[in-house]
Every structure is written in C-alpha cells, then in structure tokens.
C-alpha cells in the first residue's frame, strides 16, 4: 500500500473534523519522481461501497470510523477528496480532537493501491511525473506531518534497484512500481 500525505484539517464542531485527504491538481515531489492526483481517481472506490477507514498516524489500533459505519464521510468535489469525521469518544479519539485544537496536527494522508491501468507515467525534463487516475482507496490518516516530505515512506513501496532498472527502460517503469506494490 501506498501512503500520500496533504493539509487542509478542521475541526468542523465538537467530535467531528473535516477536510481534504487528497488535493486535486498539486503535485508532489516524492524524491525520485512528482506524482499528481486527478480529478476522478477515487470515484470507483467511493462508488463500490467498500469499507474505507480513518486511523490516526496509519495506525490499525487506531481507528477513528468507517465508512462502513456511517461515522466516516468521502466524496470527491472539484478540489479533492474531501471527508468528515466524527470523532469516536476514544482516547484516540479525545486525544486528536485537542491535538487539531491545538495545531498540533494539522494534515491528512491516504493510503491506496493502483490498479492495472490507474496511472500514467512520462520523463518531463529529467523527471518522472506520476498521475494518480484511478486508485482503490484504502484509508485516510490524520497526522501531524501532512506534508509530502517523508519520501522514505513515499518511496517505500519502490526499492531503489526496481527504479533504477525502469529509468532504464521508461516503458516499463509504471509496470515496475505496481509490481512493488502488489
């Protein structure tokens, strides 16, 4: 799984929170290459009624609601993909809501995977560029560090061997990355 990281974190009232987990448009520089989201690439997640869930730092003991159960809220609108949250009355849950009061935490993150087919690679002057078109979406992450500048989990999911055999060969670098990633 994949994990991308963005701002945009409210409180919307007590117990709940809103924001974007995902910026349509901005990209990001993860180390080896930029990566964009477009518009569209959560419809299919968000559509197939599959639980996704809100965790604290990407932790699995740290639940925060589900879509499944109503306590999580997605959908995508021009600028990205937005969420709501009520907040469960957990200590996670306590905790966080005086952290974003605070400004202590201040940002989301997503974890995904990309189907066959869901992004599209090319070198711009030097550069790989990544376009996120479809992903299945896992997960969404409120977290204190919501900028794309921890590149060792950005590039976690691609080892610096599998990269550099597809800079080689530009073709088969998307094939290279899903490959990692499955």
């Known amino acids: 799984m994949e994990i991308r990281s963005s701002g945009d974190l409210a409180l919307a009232g007590p117990g709940r929170v809103r924001g974007y987990a995902a910026v349509f448009g901005s990209a990001a520089h993860l180390g080896a290459f930029d990566e964009i989201v477009r518009p569209g690439a959560f419809a299919d997640s968000l559509a197939s009624g599959q639980a996704i869930r809100a965790l604290y730092h990407h932790q699995g003991d740290a639940l925060l609601g589900s879509t499944r159960s109503g306590t999580l809220q997605l959908r995508e609108d021009d600028h990205g993909l937005r969420f709501e949250l009520a907040l469960p009355d957990t200590t996670h849950g306590r905790d966080l809501a005086v952290l974003i009061q605070r400004g202590d935490v201040a940002g989301c993150s997503f974890g995904f995977t990309v189907p066959d087919g869901g992004d599209r690679w090319e070198q711009r002057s030097g550069t790989f ?16 560090d919501p900028a794309y500048t921890d590149t060792t989990v950005a590039l976690r999911s691609l080892d610096e061997q599998h990269f550099y055999a597809a800079i080689r060969d530009p073709i088969i670098i998307g094939r290279a990355w899903l490959e990692t990633c499955r």
């Open 129 to 144: 560029l990544r376009e996120l078109l479809r992903v299945d979406l896992r997960e969404i992450t409120l977290t204190s």
